[in-house]
């Protein structure tokens, strides 16, 4: 499987096919795992685009996403991003000067900074991101609860298929 364009052209090409049954012989392809295939392609891609739509950076989106969680400080910031803590700090610099983040002294300890997401920074990631969340909801609520329990059972086995090459 790709992480190309697969999942924009609806799916692999019969040469990747080929290789995924040549890494795996009993790798039968079938409409779920095109599907899945192509999730997984698209998946790799919808970061840069909703970057792209918003004017940030990727490494901007996914602070905001993780902000939006809990407020951090920039070394936690990087960690989880898996940048340097000069990237981090940069991301952060960029995103006060957007409006999107505040740097705060830490309530525990007034020595050390946190980095706290705006309203600014939260209407623009639930502006990005909505469209895709209503659908996602849209989709699982047309489901009944014992087509619920099958797709998640898929979806389980194919996180640990994706887990066990990490």
């Known amino acids: 499987m790709s992480t190309g364009d697969a999942g924009v052209r609806g799916g692999p090409t019969p040469e990747e096919r080929t290789t995924a049954r040549s890494v795996a012989p009993a790798y039968e392809h079938s409409p779920s795992l095109e599907a899945l295939e192509e999730l997984v392609a698209l998946a790799a891609q919808t970061p840069q685009a909703v970057a792209r739509r918003g004017g940030l950076s990727v490494s901007e989106l996914h602070s905001l996403r993780h902000l939006s969680s809990t407020p951090m400080g920039p070394v936690e910031l990087a960690r989880v991003l898996g940048v340097t803590s000069a990237a981090s700090s ?21 020595r050390r900074t946190e980095v706290v997401v705006t309203e600014s920074g939260r209407r623009e990631i639930f502006a990005l991101l909505a469209p895709m969340f209503t659908s996602l909801a849209e989709t699982d609520n047309a489901l009944t609860d014992q087509e619920r329990v099958v797709v998640e059972r898929y979806l389980r086995g194919a996180i640990a298929a994706l887990r066990s090459v990490m």
């Open 90 to 110: 940069g991301v952060v610099d960029r995103l006060v000067a957007r409006g999107h983040a505040e740097r705060r002294p830490r309530a525990d300890d007034g």
